[in-house]
Structure formats: structure tokens, C-alpha cells
């Protein structure tokens, strides 16, 4: 009886230690977070500005390009409390004028200036001299591109939501963006799309003529596409009825073209060893090409003063500067492979070598700044005024100081899949992978530190009548400012068309001769009398 139950009991004690498996499953492995909590944040002296979910249907992975762009024509306008305390200038408020009120509108000068005068009276009551005072400080805008085509543009420094649009075919390629003060463009398909930066409107769509390898840039009135058979194509953003063009260079782009702080001249590396920069003021052209020692397979890094800095596969780092001829400033060996984007940050340099160490150079000479590089970095994300924030080749975040070139801090419960690279201020933006964003500050910074001017705003042509200059009122828009009028022979003037000195008229019928032009036999002239007349 006992043998013939034995396999019974085998039975129910694998079928109880599958069940049991099934409902109490083993323990998972720990996984490190790709967001920072508060407290790691103030580990390496960051604090938490915003987080915001992003518009990605597929979370992270499906972001083709986010990008940061500091605007020329718009402002942020605070009113703000401050006190003199030892020499030093102490902000005890501040209230952003466009922060929303209780209705959900924005306060306005004058409601912001009347709530901080109502708090220098509170600290007066307390014995405490403090003064109103106003600043302003330029607009920085995070635009984000998904896969189907959505592009969405929120404040950097807060988070808020400006607009949201999807625009072209989901199945198709997406290219990164090109971005102004004016308009956003993107490339889905063949396609070039052309939005309002300000309200996310569609302005135009082009289709190109060639195939697209990557995404667009904007430089000055045009927006510049890398194309599969070579060279760049260039489409007019604020003239409808100017035609494309295309200038064909020796070989194909290797990336993306980067476009001079403030300027409208941009520069690209192609397969072939040459890095090229192109002028788009006027009429578009190439200014010049430089020969590399080897394949610059990655985006130039630009700083003001039209210069461009970038490393090539033979282990030089070059800057150059983009005058109509080509100005080489410095060329420095490292000795190993280059294909990442340097990085930028004040007057340094820095570039991650194949082998993940990362070298600071001189901006202005090239010179090594540190005494050794850096091991293990594979990426700079951002820096502040003392540190560099880096990813690791093993995904973590650390923490870099900028003048010795030592380790400050390793946070290694971050896995840093996803990131922005912020080349413009001093924040630090992370995605997790489910497509939440956040903005990490230095604890001392409550407004951003810029690293690169604003873009100067020029004066554009438009397809627009609206922007057509119009004469003032009253005034000839022909007329010469209260100058003598030259085709004016009377008053002073003299008849620019009369014969100079005693000469006679060129044209007056010869000395006692008739006039040829009179009509014959002395009949009347064909062409007097009113015609309209019966």
C-alpha cells in the first residue's frame, strides 16, 4: 500500500513545488535607477529643478533627438528682493512674472513688483534694509523629437509645456531637428518639415530632391540636409519663392553639420578627410575645406568666435577658425583614436578617447590642461563652474573636478541609458526609460549660468508683406531728406543734363536749320490737340 502511494506523493510534491515557484518567485536582482533621488542628488551638490513626462509613446528609446536652444528674442523677467549683506548682494526672493496666480494667469510686472514691495515691508518690520531690483535672463527652451514624428517644446529651467504637434508618417525615418528662434525643422522621409517655433505650427513642407542620410540644421535663412549621394542641400525658410541649393563636396558627411555660435557658418567632416565649412550669409557656398589626418567620424564641436574643434581616428585634435580662408589655430596628438564630440566648457576642451580617457586641452592653444586624462569616461553630458559631469564606460554617472582633473564622486546606482548633452548651461538632464525627464542644478545656482551668448537676431526676409519696410508718415520715400533733388534744374541746381560751359545743346537742330523733328510743309503737329477729343 505505502509503494503504491509513493508515486502519488512524487506527484503532488512536484506539482506543490511548481505551484509554490509559480506563486513565490524567487527574489530579482537589484537594478541600479536611471534617475536620481534627492539624496544622491546632493551627494555630488545637485538638487532636483523639475521632472516631466515626455511625449514618447515608446518611452526613451523612442527619441530620435532632444536638444537645448537658448533663444535671441526672448526673455524670462524677474522682480526680486535683495539685501546687501558684507559686500555681497543676497537674493531673499523672486518671483517670475510669468509665474501663474490663483486664476491660473500670469502675475505681470505690475502684480509682481506689488507683491515683492508687500515683502520689503514685512522685512523692514524685522529690521532688515532690503531693496526691490528686476533681472532678466535669456529664454532656454528643450525641444524633443520622437520616432512618429511628435515634437514637443517645454522651458528648461521649469518644465512648463509650450506645445506639442506630430507632423509627418510614423513608419518613416525621423532626422534630428534644426532649431532657431523661428522654426524647428525635421526630416521624415523625404520630406523636410518646417514649424513655428513659437506656437508649433506647420509653416511648410518641402520634399527633397535627393535622400536624406541625417537630420537638418539651421544656419541663417536656411535649413542644410546632408544627402546620400554627397554634399548639402539648402532650403530657404523665410523666402517661398527662392530656390533650393545644392553644393556638392568631396565625399559624404560623417555627421550632422554644427553651426557657429552667433554666426550663419556651419562645418562638417566627410569620409573622404576633409572637414568643410560653408557661409549661408548671402549667397550659400563652401568658403573653404581643411584636410585631416584621418576620418573625423563625429559632430564638431563649435565656440564663439567661428571656431570648430574636433578629433580624428589618428589621434590628432584640431581647432581651426572659419575665415574666408581657413585659419588653423593648434593641432595636439593624444596618441589614440577619436570618434566622440568634443566637449566644450568655458576655455577647456575635453576629448574621450576609443579607450574611454578623457583629456583636457587649452580651448586657445591645445595644450594638455591636466596632467593626466581621466580613465574609464566614455561621455561628458554637462559641466558647472567647477565640475564636469560624465558618463562612465560602465553607464554610471561621475562627478569630475574641471581644473585637477580628479575624481569627486562616483554615483553608481545610476544607469545611465539615456541622457541630453547640455553644452549651453550649467544643468543636467537625465531620462529614465519609461520617457520622464529630469533637470538636475547646482545647489548654489537657482538661474542658469549660460557658456554660450545668445544668438543675435538679424533682420530676415519673410514671404510676409507685413515685413516689408513701410516709408513714415508724411515723408517722399523718394525724396532725398531735405537734400537738393539732382534732377531738379531749378533754384541753384544746375541741369546735370544741360551742356557744360558755353557749349551748345549736342542736340538743337544746326545753326539757321529746321527743327527735324517739326512736322513737314509746316502742317500741324500729328501729336498736338487733346487725343480723346471729337
Avoid at 534627492?38 to 518611452?59: D, T
Wanted: aromatic residues 8%; negative net charge; glycine residues 10%.
Amino acid at each position: 500500500m505505502a509503494s503504491s502511494l509513493r508515486p502519488f506523493k512524487t506527484f503532488v510534491a512536484v506539482l506543490f513545488g511548481v505551484a509554490a515557484t509559480a506563486v513565490f518567485p524567487a527574489p530579482a536582482s537589484v537594478r541600479a535607477e536611471d534617475l536620481m533621488a534627492p539624496e544622491m542628488a546632493s551627494r555630488v551638490g545637485l538638487v532636483e529643478n523639475w521632472r516631466r513626462q515626455l511625449s514618447l509613446i515608446g518611452g526613451a528609446k523612442s527619441a530620435v533627438d532632444i536638444q537645448l536652444h537658448v533663444e535671441g528674442n526672448r526673455e524670462r523677467h524677474f522682480v526680486e528682493v535683495t539685501r546687501e549683506k558684507d559686500g555681497v548682494v543676497e537674493v531673499l526672493s523672486r518671483r517670475d512674472v510669468n509665474e501663474l496666480d490663483k486664476y491660473g494667469k500670469p502675475l505681470g510686472v505690475k502684480e509682481a513688483r506689488r507683491l515683492a514691495s508687500l515683502e520689503v515691508l514685512r522685512w523692514r518690520r524685522r529690521g532688515i534694509e532690503t531693496k526691490l531690483a528686476e533681472n532678466k535672463i535669456r529664454q532656454v527652451r528643450l525641444y524633443t523629437l520622437g520616432s512618429d514624428g511628435t515634437i514637443e517644446a517645454r522651458d528648461a529651467e521649469t518644465g512648463e509645456l509650450y506645445w506639442v504637434t506630430r507632423n509627418g508618417d510614423p513608419d518613416l525615418f525621423c532626422g534630428s531637428m534644426g532649431i532657431d528662434d523661428d522654426y524647428v525643422t525635421f526630416i521624415n522621409g523625404t520630406v523636410l518639415y518646417q514649424l513655428s517655433a513659437e506656437t508649433g505650427k506647420l509653416i511648410r513642407q518641402t520634399t527633397l530632391a535627393g535622400t536624406p542620410s541625417m537630420g537638418s540644421v539651421i544656419a541663417g535663412e536656411f535649413a542644410l540636409v546632408p544627402t546620400v549621394r554627397g554634399g548639402i542641400e539648402g532650403f530657404p525658410l523665410y523666402d517661398s519663392d527662392m530656390y533650393p541649393f545644392h553644393e556638392i563636396v568631396a565625399g559624404h558627411a560623417t555627421a550632422k553639420p554644427v553651426r557657429a555660435p552667433g554666426t550663419t557658418r556651419t562645418a562638417w567632416a566627410t569620409d573622404l578627410r576633409f572637414v568643410y565649412v560653408m557661409e549661408t550669409e548671402g549667397t550659400p557656398s563652401v568658403i573653404f575645406r581643411f584636410p585631416t589626418d584621418g576620418i573625423v567620424s563625429s559632430e564638431l564641436a563649435a565656440a564663439e568666435g567661428n571656431r570648430f574643434f574636433f578629433g580624428s581616428e589618428n589621434g590628432h585634435v584640431y581647432g581651426i577658425r572659419a575665415t574666408r580662408s581657413g585659419e588653423v589655430l593648434w593641432r595636439q596628438s593624444i596618441g589614440q583614436p577619436i570618434y566622440s564630440t568634443a566637449f566644450v566648457s568655458g576655455e577647456r576642451l575635453f576629448v574621450s578617447s576609443v579607450y574611454k580617457n578623457l583629456y583636457c586641452l587649452e580651448l586657445a592653444t591645445g595644450k594638455h590642461f591636466w596632467k593626466g586624462p581621466v580613465s574609464q569616461i566614455d561621455q561628458v553630458l554637462g559641466s558647472s563652474e567647477d565640475h564636469i559631469f560624465a558618463r562612465t564606460n560602465s553607464n554610471r554617472l561621475t562627478v569630475i573636478n574641471a581644473a585637477s582633473g580628479t575624481r569627486v564622486a562616483d554615483v553608481s546606482q545610476i544607469n545611465l541609458q539615456h541622457f541630453v548633452t547640455n553644452r549651453l548651461t550649467d544643468r543636467l538632464y537625465l531620462i529614465g526609460a519609461g520617457g520622464m525627464l529630469q533637470c538636475l542644478r547646482p545647489s548654489n545656482a537657482s538661474l542658469p549660468t549660460f557658456k554660450v551668448a545668445a544668438e543675435i537676431t538679424v533682420a530676415k526676409s519673410s514671404d510676409s508683406s507685413d515685413s516689408e519696410p513701410k516709408a513714415a508718415a508724411g515723408n517722399d520715400p523718394f525724396g532725398a531728406n531735405g537734400n537738393i533733388d539732382p534732377f531738379d534744374a531749378g533754384g541753384a541746381a544746375v541741369d546735370p543734363f544741360a551742356p557744360a560751359g558755353d557749349m551748345a545743346d549736342p542736340f538743337a537742330p544746326a545753326a539757321g536749320g529746321a527743327d527735324p523733328f517739326a512736322p513737314a510743309g509746316g502742317g500741324a503737329d500729328p501729336f498736338g490737340g487733346d487725343p480723346f477729343q471729337n
